[in-house]
């Protein structure tokens, strides 16, 4: 079953563990990537705030149609279904950004993909 290799595959399913390889990687280096550098870039560029949320939203969505493990392998076959749930989230982790600063979307993203974690874990 998928959502076992993909638990066991975050250090040996410790949840606490899980919590912190997520902090630093899905949280500190995506919110980097696409926040605090590409959405600040179009911010920069456009003048446009909600431009730039959609933009870096729409990179974040695309970036994560990469199947980087079994769990990107079983959205793979849903493509469109993945860049708009990706998007959308990208929105949401955007506004905390705009509103709340990179600390609040890297907390907010590590705690998003966290309990998906855990929810899988048996």
């Given at each position: ?99 709340r600063g ?21």
């Amino acid at each position: 079953d998928w959502s076992s290799d993909v638990c066991s595959s975050i250090s040996g399913a410790n949840k606490w563990l899980s919590f912190f390889v997520l902090l630093s990687g899905a949280g500190i280096f995506e919110e980097g990537m696409f926040r605090l550098f590409l959405l600040t870039f179009f911010w920069k560029i456009t003048k446009k705030p909600w431009l730039s949320l959609i933009l870096s939203s729409l990179c974040f969505g695309l970036y994560h149609l990469t199947p980087l493990n079994q769990l990107y392998q079983v959205y793979w076959q849903f493509p469109v279904a993945q860049v708009v749930s990706v998007f959308f989230s990208g929105l949401i982790f955007g506004f905390f950004y705009i509103k709340r600063g990179f600390e609040t979307s890297v907390l907010g993203h590590t705690l998003y993909d966290w309990i998906a974690v855990m929810f899988f874990m048996k």
